[in-house]
């Protein structure tokens, strides 16, 4: 018989009687499944989506431990947390979120007025500005 990795419960059909957890089958693989999958849960509002959010968070590597060692009923499955967060990502843009940083962002004044056109004048706060506020702790 097999047992249930979520909670070690002898199962007895698909699913565990105990916790819930639905029996692991080849066909969970699938790509349809996966999508499915994210469709659910981001449509379905339960705290397994908070909860993976938190954890992810605030303790690194306690998804990916409990995912081994098959406690996954708690938690979203990784693809579908994946998925999401790609989507939200790649939309972020279109509603004014500016997830990219320009040269100019990005570079001392220094190296801004270096890679200037031969006889561009630059302001004063253009040429003083320290670019990324890391700047300062990586500059050698």
Known sequence: ????????????????????QKRFDERDRRFGHLLHQ??????????????????????????????FLGRRSRWISPISLFLA???????????????????DQQVTGRVRALAS????????????QEGQTHARYTMA
């Open 1 to 20: 018989m097999a047992e249930c990795a979520n909670c070690g419960v002898t199962l007895v059909g698909g699913y565990c009687h105990a916790c819930g």
């Open 38 to 67: 994210f469709i659910e849960s981001a449509t379905d509002l339960d705290n397994r989506v908070w909860r993976s959010l938190r954890a992810l968070l605030f303790q690194p590597g306690l998804l990916t431990r409990e995912y």
């Open 85 to 103: 967060v790609n989507v939200v990502y790649f939309l972020a843009p279109l509603h004014g979120g500016d997830l990219t940083l320009q040269f």
């Open 117 to 128: 056109e031969p006889g561009a004048a630059l302001d004063e706060r253009q040429r003083t």
